[in-house]
């Protein structure tokens, strides 16, 4: 079998290869077009793909019609309407739309219609998250691992990724993501950031222009049911990433503070309740995937330059 390397590129203006290349004009809805799925759809607009999808709030659809994006209002007190006839031309779909606490609205509200329209889908996707394995002390987290989430949302989200697994969706898990207006750079510039020292802490981080690449690997080489860890190479401690944001701008780091002693939100300190490492071996070998930022340190360069 041909490996396909899909290697560094302008995310933006990349060439479809393998089985897309000989579609006419592929289309793809998704729900939720927020930080990452709007970053792919760009990318696929200027490929020559159709996009059409789903934002929280008035505004955000303006903004995506602005890019040429057929968008509609969509959350669970205003679902869609007429949702077969905005699937009936689609070729591809995905959901980045996180549960809330009565479940998956895009299931509870529209998952009849997605059934209904799935065999006509050349492929679905769904955006997970690697908080889904729970804590594991620092150890290694692959594709085949059982599932332990340690807090409710990460519970939450299992069991809305287990729903879409069964229609036969591809699903992403992403780590900690980053990119363009959403960095560390802009939390020391903000006066945000804190280096908190939690010994044998790791973070696993992706790129949002890399969480493009492995969807668009991922749509050339259908494989319903599969499930992909979308990170980089180098999990570090989020210390460490202070410290090299703060070099990158030439200003003194913050104080480091101990993780027993920090202030912060009851959100935070569930990301920070769960120590893992986290396994990307499969988009590589599966996907032919290459990395565009291996690591934080590539990824904030390049912001940084830009």
Same mark, same amino acid.
């Given at each position: 079998?041909?490996?396909?390397?899909?290697?560094a590129?302008?995310?933006?203006?990349?060439?479809v290869?393998?089985?897309?290349?000989k579609?006419?004009?592929?289309?793809?809805?998704?729900?939720?077009?927020?930080?990452?799925?709007?970053?792919?759809?760009l990318?696929?607009?200027?490929?020559?793909?159709?996009?059409?999808?789903?934002?929280?709030?008035?505004?955000?659809?303006?903004?995506?019609?602005?890019?040429c994006?057929?968008?509609?209002?969509?959350?669970?007190?205003?679902?869609?309407?007429?949702t077969?006839?905005?699937?009936?031309?689609?070729?591809?779909?995905?959901?980045?739309? !996180?549960? *809330?606490?009565?479940?998956? @609205?895009?299931?509870? %509200?529209?998952? &009849?219609?997605?059934?209904?329209? /799935?065999?006509?889908?050349?492929?679905?996707?769904?955006?997970?998250?690697?908080?889904?394995?729970?804590?594991?002390?620092?150890?290694?987290?692959k594709?085949?691992?059982?599932?332990?989430?340690?807090?409710?949302?990460?519970?939450?989200?299992?069991?809305?990724?287990?729903?879409?697994?069964e229609?036969?969706?591809?699903?992403?898990?992403?780590?900690?993501?980053?990119?363009?207006?959403?960095n560390?750079?802009e939390?020391?510039?903000?006066?945000?950031?804190?280096?908190?020292?939690?010994?044998?802490?790791m973070?696993?981080?992706?790129?949002?222009?890399d969480?493009?690449?492995?969807v668009?690997?991922?749509?050339?080489?259908?494989?319903?049911?599969?499930?992909?860890?979308?990170?980089?190479?180098?999990?570090?401690? !989020?210390? *460490?990433?202070?410290?090299? @944001?703060?070099?990158? %701008?030439?200003? &003194?780091p913050?104080?480091?503070? /101990?993780?027993?002693?920090?202030?912060?939100?009851?959100?935070?300190?569930?990301?920070?309740?769960?120590?893992?490492?986290?396994?990307?071996?499969?988009?590589?070998?599966?996907?032919?995937?290459?990395?565009?930022?291996?690591?934080?340190?590539?990824?904030?360069?390049?912001?940084?330059?830009?």
């Amino acid at each position: 079998m041909v490996r396909v390397i899909y290697r560094a590129f302008d995310v933006l203006n990349i060439a479809v290869q393998g089985p897309l290349s000989k579609m006419t004009q592929p289309r793809l809805f998704c729900f939720g077009l927020g930080y990452s799925a709007r970053r792919l759809a760009l990318g696929l607009i200027d490929a020559g793909w159709q996009v059409a999808g789903t934002a929280r709030e008035d505004v955000s659809v303006e903004e995506l019609k602005a890019h040429c994006i057929e968008a509609h209002v969509f959350d669970r007190s205003r679902p869609l309407k007429d949702t077969q006839a905005m699937l009936k031309e689609a070729t591809h779909l995905l959901s980045s739309v !996180p549960p *809330d606490a009565q479940g998956d @609205a895009v299931l509870d %509200l529209h998952g &009849e219609d997605i059934a209904a329209c /799935s065999k006509s889908l050349k492929w679905i996707g769904y955006l997970s998250t690697t908080g889904v394995y729970g804590n594991r002390d620092g150890g290694m987290v692959k594709e085949g691992d059982v599932l332990h989430p340690t807090s409710q949302r990460a519970k939450d989200r299992a069991a809305a990724e287990s729903r879409w697994l069964e229609l036969g969706a591809h699903a992403f898990r992403l780590a900690g993501i980053y990119g363009p207006t959403r960095n560390v750079l802009e939390d020391v510039r903000a006066g945000r950031a804190k280096r908190i020292d939690k010994p044998g802490h790791m973070f696993s981080r992706i790129h949002v222009d890399d969480i493009a690449l492995v969807v668009r690997a991922s749509m050339a080489r259908p494989d319903p049911g599969a499930i992909y860890n979308v990170c980089d190479d180098e999990p570090a401690p !989020p210390m *460490d990433v202070v410290t090299f @944001a703060c070099d990158l %701008l030439g200003v &003194e780091p913050p104080p480091v503070q /101990s993780y027993d002693n920090v202030e912060m939100s009851a959100m935070a300190r569930t990301f920070w309740a769960d120590n893992k490492r986290v396994d990307n071996t499969r988009i590589k070998e599966e996907l032919g995937v290459d990395l565009r930022y291996p690591g934080y340190r590539q990824g904030l360069q390049a912001i940084f330059d830009a």
